[in-house]
């Protein structure tokens, strides 16, 4: 299965992780493009890369391009920022444009309790993995 690997940039390295241990398990892992600037940074020198990625290199449309025949998305919804499960706006974009693109979407994690947006992604119908790559299928 092709899997675009999603979460907040502040992430990078585990997500280029998760993207070997989907190889391991059979699956092709992807992230976008524009991560490899984003190695090696501190959480601030991220910030002011994603802003800049965001509004110069369209970065939310290089992604969407990016999930073009893709069969799911694996969303990294960590804890961040004093928020269990984390999922920021762009992860929320993402997310919905597996939705309308038909792909499975997978999250690591429970659905955060973050208002506003908790009932968007619990309509979209994620598949919980409770941390267990294994149940990708």
């Given amino acids: 299965m092709k899997i675009g690997v999603i979460a ?3 992430f990078t390295d585990k997500m280029l992780e998760v993207c070997e241990k989907l190889k391991e398990i059979g699956h092709e892992g992807f992230v976008t493009d524009l991560h490899k600037a984003m190695i090696g940074k501190n959480s601030d020198e991220i910030e002011k890369i994603k802003i800049d990625q965001k509004n110069n290199k ?9 999930m073009q025949g893709a069969d799911a998305v694996l969303v990294l919804n960590y804890d ?6 984390y ?9 919905g444009f597996a939705h309308i693109l038909n ?11 973050i208002p506003y947006y908790k009932s ?5 119908k994620p598949i ?5 790559l294994n149940k990708i299928s």
């Fill in 128 to 132: 919980i993995l409770n941390g267990d």
């Fill in 80 to 85: 961040k920022n004093g928020i269990k499960n």
């Fill in 120 to 124: 968007e992604i619990e309509a979209m």
């Fill in 8 to 10: 907040s940039m502040q």
């Fill in 58 to 66: 369209d970065a939310i449309r290089e992604f969407w391009n990016a």
């Fill in 87 to 95: 999922i920021g706006g762009n992860t929320f974009l993402e997310i």
């Fill in 103 to 113: 792909q499975k979407i997978f999250l690591l994690n429970p659905v955060p309790e």
